[in-house]
């Protein structure tokens, strides 16, 4: 079997241990091949080349990085394996899959484990591994700077986070879909398959495979610029206790759903990341992905 390892020195406190990784590997590998990322797209790049030599693709990083590697190998025939060690700094696939940032446990469950058939959302033509989503607190895992994730790891996030809610900015928003159809003002929306979001556990009893996802929308009633101060107590209640204690209500829209078509986007983030895209269709890819866990 061949295996190639892909590690990306940018990602929360860089990776120092790779000559020990590539070891490791080669205890189940015949063949370990190695590259370390030089730029944003390096690793796309080397995936569309080379995945059709390999079984399985290990990568070292965030859930930025998973993202990259879901999107270069979603979907393809004959995709490999995706091995999985978290250097980020929250690792919510991560902690959804049960793989520990330890590296030489999370050696362990790629050399002894079996593959996983996980569900990833296709949101027009990228694919988002585990979270998409818009409004407060979405932009502190972009805008935070990295030199301030590096040292504080989460805790720099929740900084970012304080500051947002002293603003929160709603947005307008327009969904349709089979189970949940809202055209108004929100102050949060996520579609998510996770049991972890930002670090918290969002949705401990998510199934990650059942071609649904989970979608959140907390809105307001009437057109306003800020986020109710009501809001922001049920958004940070969602965070802190799970996706399960909101209700359906005047203000709170849940459900799971498998497609929709969602208008007016702003600053959308997509696993981390901001994505630009005003309007945009999702739908989800069941068992889209292969990750050993």
């Not at 079997?1 to 590539?22: A, E, F, V």
């Not at 998973?66 to 490999?80: D, F, G, I, Q, S």
């Not at 696939?93 to 996980?118: C, H, M, Q, T, W």
């Amino acid at each position: 079997m061949k295996c190639l390892y892909i590690s990306n020195p940018y990602s929360g406190k860089g990776n120092k241990q790779n000559d020990k990784i590539l070891n490791r590997l080669k205890e189940k590998y015949e063949v370990v091949d190695f590259v370390e990322t030089e730029y944003r797209t390096h690793l796309t790049e080397i995936l569309n080349a080379h995945y059709q030599d390999y079984d399985t693709v290990v990568v070292t990083g965030g859930d930025g990085t998973l993202n990259e590697t879901v999107n270069a190998l979603a979907e393809k025939e004959n995709a490999p394996n995706i091995g999985y060690i978290p250097s980020g700094t929250c690792n919510d696939v991560a902690r959804s899959l049960n793989i520990p940032k330890n590296v030489d446990k999370a050696l362990d469950i790629i050399l002894n484990g079996k593959e996983f058939e996980y569900d990833i959302m296709k949101i027009n033509d990228r694919y988002c591994i585990y979270v998409c989503g818009m409004g407060i607190f979405t932009s502190s895992s972009y805008d935070t700077k990295q030199d301030a994730k590096r040292k504080m790891g989460k805790i720099a996030y929740y900084f970012h986070g304080l500051g947002d809610a002293l603003v929160g900015k709603t947005f307008s928003i327009g969904i349709e879909s089979e189970e949940l159809n809202f055209e108004g003002t929100g102050s949060l929306l996520l579609f998510i398959n996770s049991k972890s979001v930002a670090g918290f556990k969002f949705n401990k009893h998510a199934v990650l495979n059942d071609g649904y996802i989970d979608v959140c929308l907390i809105n307001e009633k009437k057109a306003r610029k800020r986020v109710s101060l009501m809001n922001k107590i049920r958004i940070a209640k969602m965070f802190m206790f799970g996706y399960k204690s909101m209700k359906n209500s005047s203000h709170v829209k849940v459900a799971k759903i498998n497609s929709a078509n969602v208008k007016n986007c702003v600053n959308v983030n997509q696993d981390g990341e901001c994505i630009d895209c005003a309007n945009f269709s999702l739908k989800v890819v069941q068992k889209g992905v292969k990750i050993i866990c």
